[in-house]
């Protein structure tokens, strides 16, 4: 459905803060709902008393309009003033019948809305397509966000290089150091600097098998640990997404290939990235890396092993938006930012994810992810 | 629609941390959305490969099922192993029709299920209205994060102390104190308990005129410095909600009567809060005690001024949930939790809110907010 003349309206209700369709609109944050109109390219925000002064100050909008003058018109008419007749009198004072919603959009609204005679049709994909196109503005504020991931993992390699081993875990200040401490390490670093990291994970030995485990309890030593941590500026809410994979102290010859693998697969995807590039590409020379170098990937006493998530996602005001980097996966472009993140997780042994994270350019490429990744830095002595 | 028999379900696809009623019924966090179906109170999740393992473990859910299992089935006959058909193809092998969803779920799903032939209704209201009344627990847990805010504003009242006035504005450690750093000893203090404080309000001056002007620049002195505070703990996801009005050095009549005003009404608002009163009870406690006192409400040069928000609102999963407490409310019940903040705005004077949390017990109610509020506490010299 095409959204032009003065009969269709895009529309969202949404709380600023929940919606990243919403905020890239208005650049407008709200714990609570209001109601976004676009018509004809006009960008019109419907908000409450508590609200209008903020968002004529803050928001991109063109208009901001204060939902209580509905309000009245529909109690002066005996009509309940609720969120979806205030809609329905403005967009019927606009001669709008059809609207365009995000695929999320609320059925109880979308019902509603229904009901008073309007057509609304659920977008399929994303409502605002050129979210994915990354500006170099924006390009600049996921890097600043990595800035600040490197350096409070930088913190945490410090330690872990000032740390001792003792009973085969990690030990630091007297006494074992612990997926919880290192974690609340990189949170406080953080959020010195905006950055609020929720799901960090910190997961060794066994817990790193499962690549969404956030990990607990005391780090091993001489295991892979994986640390993936991917937060999001409180202000300007783009998200930054790293993995890397520290041992400490000496390794075995099975883990040490391991990390070797992952690397080398990441780096074959890698040297791929460029503009007009399917991203299955991507994903199909790390499954192909992982085969040649004979790690396998399936069922195993009912748990997969191997690797068994895609390669990765775009990044920008989601932890997880367009384009896909999988076994289904979309024309590279440029502005797109993708995460490279292959993994090998075999219980028993350990998991590896090494990730970072790319801005197409009109040629290639650029890394925002500068974090070392090589054998001498994750290996920490 | 009761949902009662074979014939029905209640359903929800939604991230886990994205859906408070989700992550209510399975305890199970995720960044990704997955599937939940109640069937006759079974409680069912159909997760992808990366979650089984950990929804196993960590759910509370009665099944957890991989959804690649009814992909397969799709794919084998053809069809697009989309969300929408699994869980049709789920729904059909249960010889389920009719559906009971959120009111915020995802239209596109719902439609893509009408369109196979299921009957989708959005609930009006809470889907588990269960949700507002916490067991003893769920206070308890609301009441960890009380104290980890307090504790956090504890802080801040010893810096103030340690302050110094010069120019009108207050400083501390050699410079200027200003909201931002305030914001930002706050948000350290509360990540070392796992306290995620997101839009934490520290606004003084004219920016407390605006009830969610989060602040921003020097913070003066002699003049009310409101602190809202609202964060969620990172394991539990429960909130807790406190507002303080502080003022640095001496102060005027008009702001100390200004204080005292919506402390007064605050107190009579609490003094009525007890299981079978309707909250909106207190909200007209708080409206009479400000209109007997002579503060006006209403719209001046284009800016509503005086007091122009509800007085209070459940606390839980959500920052705001059942049950409100304003001009419409509902019957306070045993284990409702609730704030009451009245507060008074007068651009060119300034603002004042003061709120506490109440967990509502079989007899009257415990506050769970233990931080002074007296005006020897509150006025620092």
Known sequence: MDIQGDQEARLIIAAGEASPDLYFRTRFLTPDPYTYLEIRSEKIMLVNDLEIDRARKESTADRVLPARDWEKKLSASGKSPSSVNIVSAFLEERKIRNILVPFD????????????????????GPFFPERAFKSPEEAKMIRTVQIGVEEALGEVVRILKESTIRDGFIHYGGKVLTSEAVKSILKKEMIGKSLLGEHTIVAGGEQACDPHMEG????????????????????TR????????????????????????????????????????????????????????????GEKNGRMEGFFHGTGHGV??????????????????????????????????????????????????????????????????
Chains 1, 2 share one sequence.
């Open 105 to 124: 959009f609320p059925l109880g609204y979308a019902d509603g809305l229904r009901k008073n005679g309007f057509d609304v049709t659920a977008n399929i």
């Open 216 to 235: 607990e309890g005391p780090l091993p030593a001489h295991l892979p640990i994986v640390f993936d941590i991917f937060p999001h500026h409180e202000s």
């Open 238 to 297: 783009y998200f930054s997404d790293m993995t890397r994979t520290l041992f400490k102290g000496p390794v075995k010859k099975v883990h040490r290939d391991l990390y070797e693998a992952v690397l080398e697969a990441q780096k074959k995807a890698i040297s791929l990235a460029r503009p007009e590039i399917e991203s299955r590409e991507l994903h199909q020379a790390v499954v192909d890396t992982f085969e040649t170098l004979g790690y396998q990937t």
């Open 316 to 381: 920008g005001l989601e932890i997880h938006e367009a384009p896909r980097v999988g076994k289904t996966g979309e024309l590279l472009k440029p502005g797109h930012v993708i995460t490279v993140e292959p993994g090998l997780y075999y219980p028993g042994i350990g998991g590896v994810r090494i990730e970072d994270m790319l801005f197409i350019t009109g040629t290639g490429f650029e890394n925002l992810t500068t974090f070392p990744k090589d054998w001498g830095t994750v290996a920490i002595p």
